[in-house]
C-alpha cells in the first residue's frame, strides 16, 4: 500500500493574515511527511470557495513543496479541465515541466470543477464540462507523446504546435480521475486510469467503489484507454487525527469534519457558511444528528442520493489512538483500496495536532502495512 496526505487549504478564519499561515502550515505538512516517510502528497483545484478551500493554485503549492522534499510523489488531485479553467496546452506544459523539475514524481489527476461558484467564475457551461473533460483528458498525453502535435473537433482547436517541456516519466505520469459516483468510476476504469475516491463514506462504501472500479477495468480497450498505459489504482481518502490522547483525538476530528460537511453544503446545496464548531460540542453526535435530518428530507423528497452526500456525516474514520487508526487502515486495505490519502488538514484543526498526526501516522501506523 502506497500512503500520502491531500491538501485543501481550509480554514475557519479566511481573513489574509490566517490564509497566508494556512498556506504555509499545508507546506510544513507535507515536509514532515516527505522526511518521514510518506509516499505522497496531493492538492486540491478549487476557486471561489470560502473556507472550504484556498487551494486555488495547486500547481504553485506543488511546485514549491517538490523543491523542499526529496522523495514525496506530487499529485494534481485533481486539475479541473473546463477549457476557460485549464487550457490543455497549458496543463500539458504546467505538468510536464513539475514532473521534470521535481525529478519525475508527478502524477496527474483530473476532475470536473462543477460547483456552480466555480463553473460560473469562469463562465463555463455546467452541461459542458463532462465533454470538456474527457477531451482535454485524451489530449493532454497525446501531445506529450508528439514533436508536433494537432486536434480539431466541434469543441476545441489546437492547431500544430510544438508542446515543451515532455515529461520526465515516460511515457507519461500515472493517470486519475476524481470519482465519487458509480459513473465516474466507471469511466476511471474504462479509460484505464486510477481511482481518487474522495468520499467520507468509510470503507465499505470502498468496497463498493472498489468494485465497481474493478470491473470497469477489465472493461478497458486500445480505443478507451486514456494515455498510453494503464494506472489500476484506487486512492481511497482517510479522514485521520491521530494522538496519545484518543478522545482530544475524536473530539479534533469530529469538529474538522463538521467544518469540511458544512462548507460542503454551503457551496454544494445552499446552506450557510460554516462556523467554528463550539469546544464543548459532540460533533459526532452533531453529525449524526445532522445526517438523519438529511436523509429523511431525501426520503421525504423522493431523491435518491448516493454515499457522496450522505457519508459527509459518518462520524466514523481514522479518528483516536494508533491502535484505532491501524484497525481502520486494516479495514481500508481489506476493501481494496491501494493507496490511502490521510486527510488531516481540516478547518478549524490546530496544527500542533496535525503534525502530531503524521508524525504517528509514519512511525507507529504507516510501517504496520509495510
Request: net charge negative.
Amino acid at each position: 500500500m502506497k500512503f500520502s496526505m491531500i491538501f485543501e487549504a481550509q480554514m475557519v478564519d479566511p481573513s489574509p493574515a490566517n490564509e497566508q499561515q494556512v498556506l504555509h502550515e499545508c507546506v510544513e505538512q507535507a515536509v514532515l511527511g516527505d522526511k518521514l516517510g510518506f509516499d505522497g502528497v496531493w492538492a486540491v483545484e478549487h476557486h471561489c470557495l470560502t473556507q472550504y478551500a484556498h487551494m486555488s493554485a495547486p500547481e504553485t503549492f506543488l511546485a514549491f513543496v517538490a523543491g523542499k522534499t526529496t522523495n514525496v510523489r506530487i499529485g494534481h488531485g485533481v486539475v479541473c479541465l473546463p477549457f476557460k479553467m485549464n487550457h490543455p496546452i497549458k496543463v500539458a506544459e504546467r505538468v510536464a515541466m513539475l514532473d521534470v523539475l521535481s525529478n519525475g514524481r508527478v502524477n496527474f489527476g483530473v476532475g470536473k470543477g462543477g460547483t456552480e461558484t466555480e463553473a460560473g467564475a469562469f463562465d463555463v457551461e455546467i452541461a459542458e464540462i463532462d465533454a470538456q473533460l474527457e477531451t482535454s483528458f485524451r489530449m493532454i498525453p497525446e501531445m506529450w507523446a508528439s514533436d508536433v502535435y494537432s486536434f480539431e473537433n466541434e469543441l476545441i482547436r489546437v492547431p500544430e504546435r510544438s508542446i515543451h517541456p515532455k515529461p520526465m516519466q515516460t511515457p507519461h505520469p500515472p493517470l486519475f480521475l476524481a470519482c465519487t459516483r458509480e459513473a465516474t468510476l466507471n469511466q476511471a476504469g474504462e479509460w484505464g486510469v486510477g481511482a481518487l475516491c474522495l468520499g467520507f463514506g468509510g470503507p465499505d462504501d470502498v468496497a463498493q467503489k472498489n468494485k465497481v472500479y474493478r470491473e470497469a477495468i477489465k472493461r478497458r480497450t486500445p480505443e478507451t484507454q486514456v494515455g498510453a498505459v494503464a494506472t489500476d489504482r484506487l486512492a481511497a481518502l482517510c479522514p485521520a487525527i491521530v494522538l496519545d490522547d484518543g478522545v482530544e483525538a475524536r473530539a479534533i476530528g469530529h469538529r474538522g469534519q463538521r467544518f469540511f460537511t458544512e462548507s460542503i453544503n454551503h457551496f454544494y446545496q445552499g446552506g450557510p457558511p460554516p462556523g467554528a464548531p463550539p469546544e464543548d460540542e459532540d460533533a459526532a453526535e452533531y453529525l449524526k444528528n445532522q445526517g438523519e435530518e438529511f436523509v429523511a428530507y431525501l426520503h421525504e423528497e423522493k431523491i435518491e442520493a448516493g454515499t457522496e452526500a450522505t457519508g459527509l456525516y459518518n462520524p466514523n474514520h481514522a479518528y483516536g489512538t494508533v491502535e484505532d487508526a491501524i484497525g481502520y487502515v486494516e479495514r481500508l486495505k481489506d476493501a481494496g483500496a491501494d493507496e490511502v490519502m490521510f486527510l488531516v488538514q481540516m478547518g478549524g484543526v490546530p496544527q500542533k495536532a496535525a503534525l502530531r498526526t503524521i508524525e504517528l501516522l509514519a512511525t507507529e501506523v504507516i510501517p504496520r502495512f509495510r
